[in-house]
Each structure stands twice: as C-alpha cells, then as structure tokens.
C-alpha cells in the first residue's frame, strides 16, 4: 500500500498515484512524505527507480531484520529502525520488533513499513490533522519519537513484571519465576540488540554536519537520543536486576532445601530410634526379664518418649532445628 | 510553590511574585536564585515563557524520570540531578530518587523540585543566612554539593549494612541475607544508573569552557566531580562484594548441607542395621537356637552395639563423620 | 589445483598455466582471478615468486589457523578469510572453518583455499557465466559477500537450536540439553574468534584509503561490513542466551529435587509413624492390654490412618507438600 | 606533629618551628620537606595560609577517604595517596590504608599523614642520613616508591594464601576456605579502589608537561607507574583465580555430596530390604510353612545376604557405586 | 655465564671477555649479540657500565617478576619478555616463565636471560651456524619469534586437554575433571598476564617511529605482533570454554543427585511399604481374622507385591522414574 502526505499551501494531501508523487517531489517548495506498507520487493524496487536510490540502499528497505543503521548516499539518508510492542498470545507474551525504513531526502521523507506499524499511522494522521511540521528532519523527529516513545511503555511494562517477579520470589516462592525471568532477560537482550545500534544511528546523526538536517531540529533529534540512552540504560539496569533475581532464587531453593532435609533428618532418625526399641522387645528370646514386668510395656511406651525428647533437645543445642 | 532569593545591596530578600522576579532577573546585576516545588506544568510552561526557555528544556523540567543530563542552549544550561535518600517504610527501607532540574543563566538560577527536598530548603537558608555567594556558578555549586553529599551519607549506611550482613552470613547464618543481599544490590543499581550520568554531566561542565561557569568555580565543581567518582566507585565495589557475599552463602549453605546429609546417613544406617538384628531375633522360625540361649537376649544387644561402633568408626576412617 | 579465470573483451576465459596467468596479469587491461585448491608449499611458494610476494605474506597464506587480518604491501593487500559451515558427523554436528588467503592486485585477485570451499566455487561459475564484474575490488565484495552470507544460514541454524532448547529445557526437561547448551556455546565461541577480526578487516578496509578498493566498491563493502556486524551481535546474544538457559536450568533442577525430597520426606515418615505403631503391638510384653481387647487391631489400623492423616495435613498447614 | 627537614649545604636538618620553615620556604635554593603527622583541622588550616595553599585543597588533605587524585594549583601539585599494610588482629587479619596528601612546590614537598605510616618514617630518615636526593620530584620519588613497594609485600602475601587456599581446597577440603576466600577478595576489590586512581594519578604526572616535575625524575615516576601497574594485574589476576577456587570448591561439594547420597541410597536400601525379610518372617501367620522347616532360620539369613549381594552388584553395574 | 657473538667479515664469532666485547660494539660495522645466562648482580651492573646503561634499565633486567614492558633511553630500547614452558613435576604438569631483558643498540642485543632458556640457545647455535641475519632489529625478530612460537606449542598442549576434559566430563564423567578446569583455568590466566603487556610492547615497537627498527624489520615484527594476538584470542576462548564446561559440569552433577534420590525415593517407600504390612501382621493382637486364614500368609505377600507394583506405576505416570 503506497500513500503519499504532500504539504502543500498549509494542507497536508493525501496521493496514491506513484508518478504525481515522483513528479511533486522534483518541486523543492513540496514537502512529500510517502509511507509504503508491507511492500513486495518490486514495487519498492520501482520506487527506487522513480527517486533514485541506491540498489543496496533499496535492498535493505525490503530486507527483513537488517540491524538498524544509518547510510549516507549523498543527497539522501537512509535510516533502518524498529517499532516494539508486546504481542500477547494464548499462553504469554512477547516483544515483537517491527523494521521501518526511513529515507530522507531534502524535501521528502519515504517510509516503508514491512509490517503495519500503528505508531507511524498515528504519527501520518497527526500530521495530517495539524499540518504544522515544515522540514522533512521534523517529520523524521516525529517518526523516530513516536517508534521510542514505545519502548518506554515496554520498560514500563518489564518494570511492573520485576516487581511481581521480586513478590513471587520472596512471598510467594513460585517456581514458575524461573521461567518469566528467562523470558524477559530474552526480550531485553533481543531489544537491546536493536537499541543500542539505534543509540549509535541517533549520535551519528548528530555529530555529523549533516546537512539534511535543519540546526533547529537537532534539539529535537537530541531529546530522542537522549531517550534511547534513558532505555539502554533501563533495560542494562534490569538485565542485571533479574540475574540477582535468579541468583536469590537459587539460594532461596537451597535453603527451602536446607529446612526440609533438618526437618526429614530429625523426624526420621526418631522415629528410627523408636522402632528400633519396640523391635528389640518384639525379639523371640526365651530369656528377656523385662517382658515379664508388670510395667514393661509403659516403661518401653516411657523409654521412646524420652529417647525423642533427648533427640529432640540434642538436635535444638546443636541448632539444627 | 514558587519563591525567589535576589541578592540585592549585599542582602538575600525572599520574592514570590513571578512578574517581579523576572523584571528583576533582566538587570545583570541582580543575583535570582529562583525555587519552584511541586509545580504543575501550568506554571512551569509560564515560567519557561518569562524566562524565555526552549519547550523542550521546560518539559524535561517537570517530565519525571528524566535521566541526569546537561543541554546547552546558548545564554542558559539546564542540568537535571537527582537527590537520593533512604525512606524507610513500615516493613523495609528503600531508596528514594527525587529529580531536581536546574536552569543556570548569566545571573540567575532556576531549580524545580518534582517533590520536596531538604537539601535544597538547607541551601536556601543558609544562602538567605550568609548571603555571601556571589556567582550564579557558585549557587549551582552549593546545591550540587548538597546532594552530593547526601550520596555519601547513603554510602556510609550501605557500608554498615554489608558489614552486618557479612556478620549476619558467617556468624549467625541468616537465611534473610539473601533477600537483604538482593535489596541492597537492586538499590545500588539503581543509585549507579543515575550517579554515572550525574559524573558525566560535571565533566562536561569541566571541559567544555563554558562562559556561564567562572574559571574560579571550577575548583569547586572539580570536587563534586571527584566526589561523584568516588560515590561510583564505591557502588561498584559493594556491588562486587554483595555478589561475593552470595556466593560465599551459596557455598556454606551447600557445606551445611552436606553436613546435615552425613550426619543422616551414618545415624540412620547405624539404626537400619541395629534393626535388622531386631528383626532377625524377631522372627518365628521353630529352629532358632539363639532363642533359647540362656544370655541370647544380651548378646543380641551387645551385636547391636558392637554394629553401631563398628560403623562409626569406619565411618570416621573414611573422614565421614 | 591451480585455475585463473581472465576477463577479456566481456568474456571470462579459464586458463591453467602459471607463466601464461603470470604474463596477462602484467597487461594492466586484463583481469585475473587466480584460484589455487589445496596447494602445497611449494606451489604457493612458486606462486609468490611469480607475482612477487612478500616471503611472509606467502607463508600466511599457507599456515593453517591464521587469525583473520589484512597486510598491505604496497601495490598489493593480503585478507586471511573464513568460510563457515556445519558438517554433521555420525553422532554430531560441529562447525567447521575453512581458511582463505586473498591477494588483491591492481588487475587481480588470487584466492587460495586451505580446504575446497563450495561458495567459493559457486562465486566462480557465477563470474564466468555473468561476466559482470568489472574492477578486482568488485570480485573482492563478490567472494567476501558469499562468505559472510554463510554465516547467516548458520546463525539461522542456531536461532533454531535455541528455540529447540527451550523447548527441552522448559517442557519436557531434558538433561541432554546441558550438552547441547555446551556444544553451542563452544561453537559461537569458535565462530566468534574468527568473525571480531573479519570485521575489524573490513573496518580498515573501509576506514583506510586503499587505492586499489575503487570508491564505487565502497557502499558494497560497507554493507558486507554491516552484515559482519550483525552476525557479531547475534552470535553475543545468542551466547549470553544460552548462560542464561543453563542458569535457568540449573534453577529448574534445584527445584525438582526439592519436590522429590519433599515427597520422600512426607511419605517416608507417614511409613515410619505406622510402622513404629505396628512395632509397638508386635513386642513381646506379657502385660499389655490392648493386645486382649476385641477390637485392638482395627483400633490399631485406625490409629495409623488417623496419624497418616494428621501428618499429611500438618505437612499441608506448613505448605511443604 | 610537624617537622621539616631542610637541605642546606649538603647536610639534613631538622625544624619543628613552622613560621621559620615556612621562611626557609622563600629561598628558592633550599629544598623543604614538611612532614605532618596526626594534624588538626587548625594546624593544617594554619599550615596552608603560611603556604598560601587553596582552601579546597586543604579540605582534602585532612578529610578522611578521600580517593587517591592529582590536583594542580598552578605553582604547586597536590596528591592524596595511600599506605597500604596488613594488621593482624586477635581472630583475623585485614588490609589497613593509610591516606597520605602530599603538596609538591618549586622547592618544598609537604606531607600530611592521618595516620604515622612507617614507611614514610624510613624516607625521612634515610634522606637525612644520606642527604642525596637534589630536587622535590626526586623526594616525590622516593616517598611514592617507598609507598608502592610495600604493595608488593602485601600481593606476596596473598599469593601465599592463595596458594595455601589451593592446597585446604583440593587437598584438605576445609569449609573455612569459603570465608577466607571471601576475606581475600574484599581485601583485593578495596586494594584496587585505591590502586587504580594512583595508577592514574601517575600516568598524568608523566603525560602530562608539569614544570614542577624535572625531566631527569620521570624515569624514575615511570618506574613507579610499571609498579602500579603490575599491582593491577596482580589483583585482577588474583581475584578472577579466587573466583575460581570458590566455583571449584562449590562444585568438590557438590561431588561429596553426590557420594554420599550414593552411599545413603545403596546401603539403606540393603538394609531396608534384609529387613523385609525379617519382618516377613516375624508375622504371626498360623500357616507359614517356612517357620516350622529344619532350616528355615539358616535360609532367610541366606536370603537375606543374597538380596545384599545382588543390590551391590547391581548398583556397580549401574556405575552408581 | 657471558658470551657474545660477533658478526664479522660474514662469520659469527664467539668471544666472552667482556671489555673486549665492549671495545668490539664502539664500531659500529660490527653486529655483536651478547648473551648472558643466569648473572648475579654485580655482573649486570658491571656490563650496564661498560655499555653505559641507566641504572633503572639494569635494576629492571635481573629483578625477577618484572611485568613486559618496553622502554626507551634514546640511543638504546630496554625490553622485559617471557619465555613459557610447561614443566611436568611428579603429579602434576605447571606453566614456567622464565624472564628475558634485552637491550636494543644502534649495533647491539643484549640479552639477559634469569634461568636459562632453551630457544633462546637455539636461536643463537642457529645464527652463529647461518650468519645471515644482518641487523640488531632482525636478531631481535629471531628471538621474539622464537619465544612466542613457544606460546603455539602450549596452546595446542591446552586445546589437547580441554577437549580430553570434555570427554572427561560428558562421557566418563570424572570428578578428578573439577581441579583440572581449575588448574587450566589458573595456567590462562597467568599466561594471560604476560601475553597482553608483550602485544602491547610490540604495538609500540611497531606504531613508535623508533630509529632502532629498520624498516624492513616492521613486516616481521608485525608478524611477531599478529601471532601474539593470536595467542591472547585463543587464551580468551579457551578460558571461557572452561568456565562453560565447569557450569555444565555442574549441572550434570546435579542431574545425577536428581537421578539418585528418584531411585531412593521410590525404592525406599516400596521398601518401606511392604515392611509396614510385614509390621502389621507381626503384631500379637488377639483377634486379628487373618492370621488364621489358609492363605494368609500368601495373601500378605501378594498384597506386598502389590502394592510395590503399584506404587512404581504411580511414580511412572507421575514420570519420576
């Protein structure tokens, strides 16, 4: 689906027809911003015929999990990025990474979606509701903070699980903690593995005299790096947060452990000790005097009492109770 | 709740009209040490207008949660800092991270307190007692000290807890160690994840020759930089012996349990077999001649016993026991 | 084997004979592709006379277990390359690396192959029949490219692997697993050791300015280089994956032995208590009234299920089973 | 305490009045050290007005657990250094620092000890005695070598007790290694917090063009950076080895433990089984046709050591024993 | 034990009286190599002399434990080197290093050999038999070569043992593997200690504009530099490989104590079972129907049997066994 937004005398337009956009595009006075979802890989290789681009520049645009990076092809950027939610299924959820495309040209911004992306449907009726962005550098400080204002919502999302995690840990003792934490280390590294090369794509972007780039939007491309450095950092902070938690875990289990084996140690070897004296008096001897005692049997019942009192109070002074 | 400090004849007088302020502010030679607690972002975007501050600083100033950063907007700086304290609950204690961000001009600084800090009211009266600071730089300095300060009052009480933890570990064997241990490293990450930011922020203002910095003022943010780095350095060093702390529990619970488990195996195998001989003089075959021994009955038990020292002491010479 | 393939008026032509090879290499019109399969010193030695090779840039051609690197000598550059595959024996699969030497002259390219390698081949039949390329740099990208895509059908492989693990690991729990998580480590380990220096080859490829890398070939080493890079992060993600599978495991397996113990814990003392019941009534005392009451022995199988039944809850009440 | 020493024509002398050393100070060809020890606020305060040495710079060298750092004030260089020794106390011993600030002028050295540190006792004394040392770098020199030699002393001792660690590890198998190898890796992370900014301290020094440091004396500073150095990777190297010993320890144990629950199971199980028997026997059938057999008791003991030797054989079969 | 061998008219000549060798290196068209095994102080400091060296240089060269380093006194370069064996003792193979100080002269090497060191005999019968090697520089590129190919022999001697560890540990299972991995681990890591600071005296040989270094001597000491590298990766690799295998190994072990007490668990509580209705009918109530049952006695059995057959179905389904 190719659809173009064109700014044109204070209204925002919508185009779908390939060569009028092409055409409006060579007018530098038009700001064109054509978005392209779930393209096959012809139809973006035509567009990249009708603009110009680079093959490999085309190639990556379609390719799917490119690591996101910034390419400089003279007159044009283009930008690989990534949009993350959570995608809930039957049985748990997990991080889904969508690749966005970005190619940025001095009158144009081209996007092209390999998934349907809803930040960036939102960011194009925004911008075509309030038509007040004038440079494609701002129309691309709209898109990448739509994708990063996401992830916030995800490490928000992760800090709520680390905190039912930590009470299912130390209340509640679940075991099934073993496995969401697995599964969130797994969602941070596979999201760190796309946000620190965005990190990287922001900074170059920044410190290169670039000259697609307006002065006053590198305020604005700032604050979105500095986003990405918060999130870096967030997601670094509860990597390790759930290594800790998993090393308590395995302590915790060993001392569960610890407990339980005391408690078998001490009921067993009493109750050994006491049928141990009730299998002597059940011995067949002819000659046993204390079978013939009038008060044999309390005095054995008597003699099991005390054996497990002194077991019992042995095992307290040494603390193993 | 905003209220204004201005030097003015040598004397620090308390202000709270905004109008005012900012008149006042627009003569160089009045010093304004502006304080705003709690704002709404009403108020703090009418204050960004008056004093003409970028949309984006103003929003970093109330968004919470912002990351310890500096930005240079030419003719003012705005820093956001962070102060930690210890607010201890009903059950535990925790850390508690308030931001404060700052706005350095060439004869005025503006903080916006996202929630009540004592440091910052300790500043403003003793500022207000002595009235003796006479730059800008210098008020930045006496605030940032503050709560930098504050960051070692927090490392002193980290200090005694290891060092009670470490006792309650080899002395007493305390199986809440584990949960203290988990809490104390998930406070000291999070303390990092704002202290490392912080450090870099003070060696921006370090290097880069600011004009809104006089040179002799950086004396004294050279020492809150090497405070900084040595609040640093000692979170990575009780964040190390905290993992070091864990494994050494791990390692002694697993010593404890082996302990518990010899100790089990030789009772209770001295009892099984001691029970196997009341067993066997406990069965009713016709033809047992041991039976009607006349000492049958103690030369079983003597059986018994001569077993029981017999495992013991092979037990012992294999350095079981 | 020794097989040189000319590029002469838009046809490539293959050619056998060294001195005749050596000749139209010094027609700087022409473009040579040498490719040498499993030589011996000798031939490689004779080789380098030829075309005037540095002694030691032969003798690292030929060493197997040369890191990758890149040497320039002047008129020509030397690239120790690996190609990458898994080879599945009878009883495993384990990667296996298969060096390649590079000369890259003004007009040629020599490749020499430790061990035959089949991209290489396929790079070779591709030139011949398309006859495209134009520049040695070209046919540079065209080999480096087809090995470094190898790569990606491995990492593929073991992204598949991992999710295989999971799966073992958390559902049906299988021991073998720890093995395999050894196996696949020790792979990425291996891969790893020789892709962090193939990147750093073409980061000084690319960072240099070699005049034989014609500038067009640069937009397409460069993304030989992003996919280097990103092989190297999927292989770190994969490798700290898998540490956190063994410690999740480890974790899992503390757990079931805790369930085990419990059982055996509660179920062995419930025997012991009615065992030491039916001991009680098995001795031999004289006096011993329960022994003559009607119902003395159903009362005794009740006192066993009763003190069954009071430790199965008690065991319960304490959360233990 | 305060003392100076003042190199005058060849020969040491001592001065304990500080309105007269602090003139000697003005003739640019006597060379002063001032060596104080245990000061007060107030003496240190006095001493740095006669010296004219900056406020904050005093501060430092009074305040305890400062980190170790290079400040320069334009005609004189601060340093805060550390001593570093083992006191042995009744049960244990542990790693004592002693903060040493040194301030280095044209022609003076002063030296503030919070603690007596005998080495620095040594220095002086042999620079009285042999009145060699020519320039305040020089003496700089001989107090930071003096410093950093005592480092080896300590690193020598833990090689020791690493070594002897090795041996109550897999030798001896002693549980008290578990807290020793915790002491000693707290003693070498607080080492290195101390050692790793002197090392930085020195690499400024050299790197650095500092006036007040002749050329002839960096040899000599350079000298004492390769110790450092070398104390570095000493510790790094130690602390990974001491890592080691506790995962090694954690895993023998582990291995104990696996021995003996083998031994638990195969000889309990025995007994378990011989006991069956007997209890088999020992019902109180009216038809039990063994009972009444010549040799029925000679029989179940048979039984009974067969069912023993077939287990063992068995579980060796089994490789469990 | 000095000597020196002198180039001369195409020979290499044998001298070992030392002022003549002084005299010898004053021409400069003389190439002399003066060797010196095993000096005592005083020797060194008299050929410091003659060759007129700094007395840090000479301190360095026979104090034993220096770390590597290079240094550089202008007309003359101090190296500090290692040469690595292993030396196999009467239970147990360890690293041995052994120190090597060479000064590098406009027309000189002087080696200092702290224990003798068997290549670099070799490197000299091998000089003195070809007499090609023409430059100080090349005698260095001899004996560095020769030590560091030295480091490929023990590394190939590590990749030996690491894969006999794994099958140590995956097949045979051997406890004896856990101090091995330690040893191994603790031979990298002292090997490490060396490697790194020798690359890096080789990469300031080789960035350093250094006189002393012809230029043709760069390639071959590149060489020297690639293969240390190379050494230091496989270092790396193989001690995570061992940390990988001792965590696996751990693992197993804990698989195998699972194994282990599922057999008890269930082994036992048949066990137990069986005897509680062996107790049960041994009891000597009065009325107990069954005892005088024709086929009491079987029955009891049967009931045994099962009840054992149904307990291990139980624990089939429950997939413990």
Redesign the interface.
């Known amino acids: 689906m190719v659809e173009a937004l064109v700014r044109h005398d204070g209204r925002v337009v919508s185009l779908s027809d390939l060569t009028q956009i092409s055409e409006l595009r060579r007018d530098p006075a038009q700001l064109v911003w054509l978005d392209v979802v779930l393209p096959d890989a012809a139809a973006v290789a035509h567009l990249g015929e009708e603009f110009g681009f ?1 093959p ?1 520049a085309v190639e ?1 645009a379609v390719r799917r999990h ?2 996101p ?1 910034l ?1 400089s ?1 003279g007159d044009y950027l283009t930008i690989v990025f990534y949009a993350a939610g959570y995608r809930a299924d039957a049985d748990d959820a997990h991080i889904e990474l969508q690749q966005l495309a970005l190619f940025l040209g001095p009158n144009y911004l081209v996007t092209i979606q390999t998934a349907p992306i809803t930040a960036i449907a939102e960011c194009r009726s925004r911008w075509q509701r309030t038509a007040v962005e004038a440079t494609p550098a701002a129309l691309l400080h709209l898109v990448l903070d739509a994708l990063v204002d996401e992830y916030f919502t995800l490490i928000d999302q992760v800090v709520e699980w680390v905190e039912e995690l ?1 009470d299912s840990i ?1 209340t509640r003792f679940d ?1 099934a903690a ?2 969401e ?2 599964g969130l ?2 969602d941070l ?2 999201l760190r ?1 796309v946000i620190a ?1 965005e990190r990287e794509v922001l900074n170059l972007l920044l410190r290169r005299d670039e000259p697609l780039i307006a002065a006053e939007s590198l ?2 491309l ?2 979105v790096y ?1 986003h990405l ?2 999130v870096t ?2 997601v670094d ?1 509860y990597r ?2 759930l ?16 407990q ?6 001490l ?3 009493i ?6 004296i ?11 005097p ?8 309390p005095l ?2 008597l003699l ?1 009492a005390g054996i497990g009192t002194g077991l019992v109070t042995f095992f307290r002074s040494r603390r ?1 109770w």
């Open positions: 680079h490999l990556d490119e690591r990076k390419d092809y930590e130390f075991p073993i496995q934490i697995f280390k797994k590294l596979l593995r090369p305020y604005y700032q604050d500095d450095v918060r950092d967030a902070t390790d947060l290594s800790s938690a998993l090393d308590s875990y395995l302590s915790l289990q060993a001392n569960q452990l610890n339980l084996i005391k408690t078998l140690t009921s067993s070897i109750l050994m000790a006491c049928s141990l009730a299998g002597i008096y059940g011995m067949n001897f002819q000659h046993m204390e079978l013939s005692w009038q008060f044999g049997y054995a019942l099991m193993w």
